[in-house]
């Protein structure tokens, strides 16, 4: 799996929109690139994933430049319950069998009241 | 969306003992399972990958002697740590997939194991 970089920690005001952005340079054409968040002492939970083009739903956006190196997961109002560590993953669609998501170091988000 | 629901929570065990881990997914076929463990302040790493009827693969440096997993049915997987030791104290995590290669993978709420 091709490998991903994000800043360690980032703050974020409550009410604002926090933008988390990751590098996966070394992209390939037939891997996704998926968003995970892990609250403290839980389990991830998914947000959000795309392939090429720009994608939203309930809880995010992801923004994937024109080259693919490069995304931005966007939370529109950032909350408290927002704080967390963000994951930035790159996984290959293989169509047939689950593929595995091996975790980077992630973004610690901090949202301050 | 999906449920995967791990059992226990929390364990605190004896060293030497051996403790076993439910994953289960509650209401969709999981054909393939993931093990993670994670320590304090640390990311997620993946021991192995179980797959429905057959043997688990495990990660580069992670004892398939030391940690069985088996995923008997669609929608039960194990993590047995045999005679555990303090140095296994850590966060285990499960995820669960149907199998089709291009969706989301869901996790379980985590165990944390604590060998005295």
């Known amino acids: 799996d091709a490998k991903t970089t994000q800043p360690p920690s980032m703050d974020c005001a409550e009410g604002r929109a926090a933008n988390l952005p990751c590098n996966h340079s070394t992209i390939s054409g037939n891997e996704y690139v998926y968003w995970y968040r892990q609250i403290h002492s839980q389990g991830p939970q998914y947000i959000i994933h795309g392939l090429k083009n720009n994608e939203t739903n309930e809880m995010a956006s992801l923004i994937i430049t024109e080259d693919r190196k490069s995304s931005t997961l966007i939370l529109p109002h950032a909350t408290l319950r927002d704080t967390a560590v963000y994951y930035c993953i790159v996984r290959v669609k293989t169509g047939s069998s689950a593929s595995k998501i091996i975790f980077g170091s992630g973004t610690r988000l901090s949202i301050r009241p | ?116």
């Open chain 2, 1 to 116: 969306g999906a449920v995967v629901s791990q059992h226990p929570s929390r364990v605190i065990c004896k060293s030497g003992t051996s403790v076993k881990i439910e994953c289960r997914s509650l209401d969709f076929q999981a054909t393939t399972m993931f093990w993670y463990r994670q320590f304090p302040k640390q990311s997620l790493m993946l021991m192995a990958t179980s797959n429905e009827g057959s043997k688990a693969t495990y990660e580069q440096g992670v004892e398939k002697d030391k940690f069985l997993i088996n995923h008997a049915s669609l929608t039960l997987s194990t993590l047995t740590v045999t005679s555990a030791h303090p140095e296994d104290s850590s966060f285990y995590i499960c995820s669960a997939s149907v199998g089709r290669g291009d969706e989301k993978l869901f996790f379980g709420s985590g165990t944390q194991l604590s060998v005295l």
